[in-house]
């Protein structure tokens, strides 16, 4: 409510100044727009707290009922037009709805990505000795041609690995070889190093394990692989769903982040489930504050995380609560006496005089997209009949 409310000028002030209350002002948040602040102000003004949580409800109706036909609209606009121009060249022009317009254009990004890293590297290999890099690239193509490039490598590359989406690909990949003592014990010896031989800690190694691709190999005496097992993911990716759409982001405390990085609480290599209970969503940054930085978290008996700083204190979900003036009454009074408030038993009284609400016909005066569909706005109606 408080960030819908930082857009919502109006409705803040009418909050602040005691008209509305705080029921009505979370029911009015809920569907709020700037351009139809104004009109839902009236009706909080107008009608009690059970008046206004019935026009939010037939309004978020009328909104779902819009979301649909306006999806069905752009299912059925999308195409995509192909033709050669008069020169030989092909022309492409297309609307695609906004799912598969995103998937296209992460596919033209990373395909653009690789063509002009494996220029980038070509060119300063080939540039001559006493030859600026910049002077190199003195014709480097457009973004719009290098986005013509991308388009081309990603049909090659389907036509080539045949059309089947698969399962979804990795954005980028870091391989970690880390012994599996190491995994179960940062002070067992063996090796926890990069593909190139970079050594990282052990840590490091099972905050990536976490949440990351699996192959097993074991090796002879001497060092030579003498097995190599099928690439797993330690978490699944049904599971890893589940897992997103339970936490919402990520859950140490006083964070929230969107997006997050699966945490066995503990650790598979100990022994730890890979199961929805033994998971959490993690940050990048608190992921790493409880591998490496000594933060702990356990799940209690109840379901619930408890998180622990490095010295073993908890580390509380909320702040403490602020402090409580002596008199809060006075306090409160002398507050608003200074923001020339002046509250009293009638300040937040609606105006209803008793009158029966038909809800449909407020929804079909009130919503914009009601309005529009019948062709008619009325914005002098009356909200109640």
């Given at each position: 409510?408080?960030?819908?409310?930082?857009?919502?000028?109006?409705?803040?002030?009418?909050?602040?100044?005691?008209?509305?209350?705080?029921?009505?002002?979370?029911?009015?948040?809920?569907?709020?727009?700037?351009?139809?602040?104004?009109?839902?102000?009236?009706?909080?003004?107008?009608?009690?707290?059970?008046?206004?949580?019935?026009?939010?409800?037939?309004?978020?109706?009328m909104d779902r009922k819009a979301e649909a036909q306006e999806t069905a609209r752009r299912h059925r606009g999308r195409a995509v037009h192909v033709y050669q121009?008069?020169?030989?060249?092909?022309?492409?022009?297309?609307?695609?709805?906004?799912?598969?317009g995103a998937v296209l254009m992460q596919a033209l990004a990373a395909a653009r990505e690789t063509l002009y890293r494996r220029a980038r590297t070509t060119r300063?290999?080939?540039?001559?000795?006493?030859?600026?890099?910049?002077?190199?690239?003195?014709?480097?193509?457009?973004?719009?041609?290098?986005?013509?490039?991308?388009?081309?490598?990603?049909?090659?590359?389907?036509?080539?690995?045949?059309i089947d989406p698969g399962v979804p690909g990795e954005r980028y990949q870091v391989v970690v070889h880390v012994d599996a003592p190491v995994l179960a014990d940062?002070?067992?010896?063996?090796?926890?190093?990069?593909?190139?031989?970079?050594?990282?800690?052990?840590?490091?190694?099972?905050?990536?394990?976490?949440?990351?691709?699996?192959?097993?190999?074991?090796?002879?005496?001497?060092?030579?692989?003498?097995?190599?097992?099928?690439?797993?993911?330690?978490?699944?990716?049904?599971?890893?769903?589940?897992?997103?759409?339970?936490?919402?982001?990520?859950?140490?405390?006083?964070?929230?982040?969107?997006?997050?990085?699966?945490?066995?609480?503990?650790?598979?290599?100990?022994?730890?489930?890979?199961?929805?209970?033994?998971?959490?969503?993690?940050?990048?940054?608190?992921?790493?504050?409880?591998?490496?930085?000594?933060?702990?978290?356990?799940?209690?008996?109840?379901?619930?995380?408890?998180?622990?700083?490095?010295?073993?204190?908890?580390?509380?979900?909320?702040?403490?609560?602020?402090?409580?003036?002596?008199?809060?009454?006075?306090?409160?009074?002398?507050?608003?006496?200074?923001?020339?408030?002046?509250?009293?038993?009638?300040?937040?009284?609606?105006?209803?005089?008793?009158?029966?609400?038909?809800?449909?016909?407020?929804?079909?005066?009130?919503?914009?997209?009601?309005?529009?569909?019948?062709?008619?706005?009325?914005?002098?109606?009356?909200?109640?009949?």
């Amino acid at each position: 409510m408080a960030r819908a409310l930082g857009s919502l000028p109006r409705l803040a002030h009418a909050l602040a100044r005691g008209e509305l209350s705080y029921s009505k002002i979370r029911a009015l948040t809920r569907v709020a727009t700037t351009e139809t602040e104004e009109r839902l102000l009236a009706v909080g003004r107008a009608g009690t707290a059970e008046h206004v949580e019935r026009i939010v409800r037939g309004w978020r109706r009328m909104d779902r009922k819009a979301e649909a036909q306006e999806t069905a609209r752009r299912h059925r606009g999308r195409a995509v037009h192909v033709y050669q121009d008069e020169d030989g060249m092909v022309v492409i022009h297309g609307r695609l709805e906004p799912e598969v317009g995103a998937v296209l254009m992460q596919a033209l990004a990373a395909a653009r990505e690789t063509l002009y890293r494996r220029a980038r590297t070509t060119r300063v290999e080939d540039v001559p000795a006493g030859t600026s890099f910049a002077n190199s690239c003195a014709e480097a193509p457009t973004v719009e041609q290098q986005q013509a490039d991308a388009l081309a490598l990603v049909a090659e590359t389907a036509l080539h690995r045949g059309i089947d989406p698969g399962v979804p690909g990795e954005r980028y990949q870091v391989v970690v070889h880390v012994d599996a003592p190491v995994l179960a014990d940062p002070d067992a010896p063996g090796q926890s190093v990069l593909e190139d031989g970079t050594h990282v800690s052990a840590e490091t190694s099972r905050r990536v394990a976490c949440d990351a691709s699996r192959v097993v190999m074991r090796h002879d005496p001497d060092g030579r692989v003498t097995e190599v097992g099928a690439r797993t993911r330690t978490i699944p990716p049904a599971l890893r769903r589940a897992l997103q759409h339970r936490d919402r982001g990520c859950r140490f405390p006083g964070c929230g982040v969107a997006l997050g990085q699966g945490h066995h609480i503990r650790h598979w290599a100990h022994g730890g489930p890979t199961t929805l209970s033994n998971l959490a969503l993690l940050c990048r940054r608190h992921h790493r504050a409880v591998h490496e930085e000594g933060y702990q978290v356990e799940r209690q008996a109840d379901g619930e995380l408890r998180f622990r700083r490095p010295d073993g204190r908890p580390l509380p979900d909320t702040p403490p609560p602020a402090a409580v003036p002596a008199d809060p009454v006075g306090a409160l009074r002398a507050g608003n006496d200074g923001h020339g408030l002046h509250i009293d038993a009638r300040t937040a009284m609606p105006g209803w005089l008793g009158e029966r609400l038909d809800v449909g016909y407020a929804i079909d005066v009130l919503h914009p997209l009601a309005a529009t569909s019948r062709g008619v706005v009325d914005s002098q109606a009356p909200v109640t009949s």
